[in-house]
């Protein structure tokens, strides 16, 4: 198969020769393009079990290296072998590009839905294979729910993101009794400028972000297609490969919960994009919040957390929109929907709550002159208390309704949709 043809290498990025080392048995892939660089490893021959991981380390539960081939599967994350080891069947997935040193943490906090690797082999503390058990079976949650929202189906829609949410919910839980470290908007909002650069975006995001939004140890990308429905009442999550945009615009930092959410919310919006429904996305977003309220830590997913003015969801799924485009830009196949059109919307969002700052600014004035007032009369220099306790419910009510101002999360970036589902109803 020639390389333009294998869906995990950069198609219309060069490769240049690269000398640095590789591990025994593989070769050291470099692709390069327009201001974007991507650093791999390949197999050099891998239906030779035996040879491929002659180099790694062992972790873990694995097969002998005496395990046989029996298929070469070219994924759109890396190489999938079907392996047979004494009548057991296993699946091998290689991580071209590695992961962020968290893979067996993330493991470990895995719930009992879940569906995770036994094993693995690593070079100098790099993944590079990770091991489970075959299974044939195979759940397909994003087809379910694709046919639900193109068959106008709310309830069973809006259950399926639900469980879907909750599930991420659930690990989250899980991490919250895990290592965790206070929020890092600093290199929250480089990162997010380095990937404009990238790009050579005209829009700007950028979030202070509330101290509700800690850093965990996150999934990284998840989406429908990793949900696992065997049981009527939890789903599970499969614990997949990062995506290619990681090989490119490698994480420097560690994420929130938020980013979490934000990653299955975004996969959502690609697949409402696909589908032709009456269905509201408002309805369905607003579904998937409520799940991941109804099993994530109350903090991490509260009113706060989602507040757009700190961050909240809008500034990760508009991360989601650049990394989606730095992978459509490394293989040149066009432009990416929904990504595109929800950055075009973002200058107008930015610009209203901007313009809500007057507000902000208002309700500001109104509290100085009320707590002013309050200390004059307590200190003895003033004897108007009226005013003070007439300003001091002003200024609650007029910065209650500049946070009720702010974009609601349930709402989408794209705003065509939500104008979509007003002259529908």
Known sequence: MSEDKIAWKPAAMTRIESGDEAPTGFDKLVFVGIGMKSEMFEPINPNNWKDTISGLKSWGKVPSDASLVEEIIHSERGINLKLEDNGEYWLAEFYPWGTDGRLRARISLATEESDVPLGGFSWNDIDVITLRKWNSSTSDVKSKLISAINSNDLQTSKEIVFKSAAAIGRFHKSAENARITPRDSRK?????????????????????????????????????SDMIDESDDKYGIYFTRPRLSDSIAKPDCEFPAMRDFSSLIHDLNRIYYSCDSKIS?????????EGWRSTAPEKWSSENSFYTPRGGVFFWEYEQCLLDIIEAVSHQSGKPEPAVSMIREVPGIQSKMYNHRIIAALSFMTGFFSLQGIYQYIIGESDNFVVPLILLPVTIGVYYIYRRLAPSPAISILRVWNEKIDSDS
Do not use: Y
Request: glycine residues 2%; contains cysteine.
């Open 188 to 224: 929250w909002n480089k990162r997010v400028e380095k990937l404009e650069a990238l790009l050579r975006a005209n829009t700007i995001w950028r979030a202070p972000h509330t101290k509700d939004t800690v850093c965990i140890i996150s999934i990284g990308d998840v989406r429908f």
């Open 281 to 289: 996305i408002i309805d369905l977003r607003q579904s998937m919040i």
